[in-house]
């Protein structure tokens, strides 16, 4: 029984309303066939023009590492000194003829620490570099 209502008065409203929006519809097209309709709202992206990338070449890459100095930092991330020293003492037990230093870089992983690049652009050869998640 609900749904005979349900379709009689879906098509009672059509009835009463379909020939309005017809005529409507006419009305329309005759007043302005080509009528440019004017945008009611501008919409603007929020994300902006990026700047161009510049791309690094690669640092070339050490013949061998025996006598280098191999500079092992850690960004501060949490569990990640664990990881850093037992590479470490991986070198010092496999590869002995390297020199391995282990280094905190001061602050987080985006703040910088000058005198410890200063450090292992004087004295290092190479640099293993912890950044966690």
Known sequence: M?????????????????PYHQALAKEK??????AIVEPKFTVLSPLGTPPPIKLLAMAPRLNGLDGKTIYIV??????????LKEMAA???RNM?????????KAGGFPDEDPALWAEIKAK???VIMGVGH
């Open 96 to 104: 002995p003829g390297v020199n391995v230093v282990y280094r905190r």
């Open 74 to 83: 850690d960004d501060g991330f949490v569990g990640g000194d664990v990881l």
């Open 90 to 92: 991986w070198f010092n």
């Open 124 to 126: 290092g050869d190479a």
């Open 29 to 34: 097209a005759k007043a302005s066939p080509t």
């Open 2 to 18: 609900k749904s005979r209502f349900a379709a009689f008065f879906v098509a009672l409203v059509y009835l009463g309303f379909g």
